[in-house]
């Protein structure tokens, strides 16, 4: 049994789409996971009602479609602000993702 996790020895593998299952699946799945699935949800619910998360001015998002659900190749970075700090300018969204997504204050014909 390794003592540590070594993140690089993922970077150079193509890595099958069920190698990474948190929970297991089947028979062997972990009796905790509908407990940790709840914390994980109360846990986003109290830190959005307390923070405010701004996409990084800049940002490149890029839509990946091999998926059932809107997600993006390289992520969303974002900064975190508390709810008493003044509101950040608003920045557009740049990359394909706004092909798909109609942002407040813009229309799809326009962008």
Same mark, same amino acid.
């Given at each position: ?14 890595? &099958? &789409? ?19 699935? =709840?914390?994980? +949800? %109360? ?6 009602? $307390? ?5 990084? #001015?800049?940002?490149? !998002?890029?839509?990946? %479609?091999? $998926?059932?659900?809107?997600?993006? +190749?390289?992520?969303?970075?974002? =900064? ?5 700090? +003044?509101? #950040?300018? &608003? ?5 394909? !993702? ?9 229309? %799809?014909?326009?962008?």
């Amino acid at each position: 049994m390794p003592e540590r996790f070594h993140t690089d020895h993922w970077l150079n593998h193509d890595i &099958p &789409p069920y190698a990474y299952i948190p929970f297991g699946a089947g028979i062997h799945t972990c009796i905790g996971a509908n407990f940790a699935m =709840t914390a994980m +949800k %109360l846990s986003i619910a109290m830190i959005v009602q $307390r923070y405010r998360l701004h996409l990084v #001015p800049g940002t490149q !998002i890029d839509r990946y %479609l091999p $998926r059932f659900v809107l997600s993006s +190749k390289q992520g969303m970075p974002m =900064t975190v602000h508390t709810r008493q700090e +003044k509101e #950040p300018e &608003p920045n557009r969204p740049q990359g394909n !993702i706004r092909e798909m997504v109609e942002f407040p204050g813009t229309s %799809l014909a326009a962008a």
